[in-house]
């Protein structure tokens, strides 16, 4: 009898592992900025990530399994995005959200691949990041070379006979930025006044404020992060400069406001239509802000690349990588942003970009 009660208790135990890993956590991950300059962002992308897990577990999770977020910070800095991609693949999760920065998550996107790991970046706009060949690299928004052809083109029909300086300052996202844009001003017969770069960091950008004064540039294009937009922003006007600023999307936070102040009234920025207007978003907005959180930006770029991932497992009935990549190549999804289908490429079809003008501290789609 005593052997029959062990011989049970070891079957019964079996029997418990095998339902302990029938209930285990599916396990995701976010990546972005959450130290650093760009924490904000990094901290839109946090919130946006758990509001999906919520919603998602609320509902029931998936395959009958509940989500689990875990989250790293890259900083924006493409050794650390590194270190973060090796360390989530200790965690076996099946999908990575991120990164912010397209620096950083042009070189994670290797250990993603390497390892088969599915990974959609919201906000990574640079085009290499889905030309690098991976078939398991996918993001919900939309690229620089489009952003960069509107500027160029938008360039083109206003300021045709001014004169215009395009300025980056050396990283990823900013070169391709005003690289495209610079392609399609000069496709369009026009040859900028300046081509520049300056130093990403520095507190103090008179002496390229004082070459722009001397070349009399009417319009600045700059590829670039808000932090220093601010900055020069302050030092064109510091030095009685009219200069109109157009920049990309990185402009749209209220922390480039906050840096540029009066400064920034006119900037003009190229973005994507604000999602929390969407019918689609009503409900995650509401939710959101009943907690406190404006959820600008990046925050329902993270929660659709989310929903995409789930709906395209529900789909496939399984989280592997190859049943998942063939759902999402092959359907539409429905999202906070509105349907959502992607290319071979892994880029979302008909990607949409408005133009929004700061004024009086606040920006608004023209």
């Known amino acids: 009898m005593k052997n029959v009660k062990i011989i049970l208790g070891v079957f019964l135990a079996a029997l418990g592992l095998v339902a302990g890993s029938a209930r285990a956590d599916i396990t995701i991950a976010m990546a972005g ?25 609320r509902d029931g999770g998936l395959l009958d399994q509940k989500i689990k977020l875990v989250i790293g910070d890259d900083a924006c800095d493409p050794r650390q995005a590194m270190a973060v991609a090796n360390s989530m693949v200790n965690k076996g ?21 390497e390892e088969g790991i599915l990974l959609i970046s919201p906000a990574s706009t640079n085009p290499k990041l889905t030309e690098l060949g991976f078939d398991n690299v996918f993001r919900v928004c939309g690229r620089h070379d489009q952003q960069g052809t509107i500027a160029g083109n938008f360039l083109a029909d206003n300021y045709g006979g001014k004169k215009v300086a395009i300025v980056h300052d050396r990283q990823a996202y900013s070169r391709s930025l005003a690289e495209a844009a610079k392609v399609q001003l000069n496709k369009r017969g026009i040859n900028e006044a300046m081509y520049e770069t300056v130093d990403a960091g520095k507190k103090d950008y008179n002496p390229f404020v004082t070459r722009m004064k001397r070349n009399d540039i009417d319009v600045l294009y700059y590829g670039g992060y808000h932090g220093e937009a601010g900055l020069i922003m302050r030092e064109i006007r510091a030095q009685g400069m009219a200069t109109v600023l157009v920049s990309g999307d990185d402009l749209a936070t209220e922390k480039y406001w906050a840096i540029a102040g009066a400064a920034g009234e006119g900037t003009m920025m190229t973005y994507a239509p604000d999602a929390r207007k969407s019918v689609y978003a009503k409900s995650v907005v509401e939710s959101m ?32 990588i190859e049943k998942t990549i063939k759902a999402l190549k092959s359907d539409t999804f429905q999202t906070v942003l ?14 949409a970009y408005v133009w929004y003008k700061w004024s009086r501290g606040k920006y608004a789609e023209k």
């Open 33 to 57: 900025p959450m130290t650093g300059p760009f924490a904000a962002f990094g901290e839109r992308m946090k919130q946006g990530a758990e509001q999906a897990v919520a919603d998602l577990n």
């Open 93 to 113: 999760i099946s999908l990575m959200v991120g990164h912010f920065c397209s620096g950083a998550s042009i070189p994670a996107a290797e250990v993603y691949h």
């Open 289 to 320: 802000r009943k907690r406190g959180f404006e959820p600008e930006g990046s925050t329902l770029y993270t929660y659709a690349a989310i929903q995409a991932w789930a709906q395209a497992v529900v789909k496939a009935g399984s989280t592997e």
């Open 338 to 351: 509105g349907d959502i289908t992607f290319n071979s490429n892994g880029d979302i079809k008909r990607p």
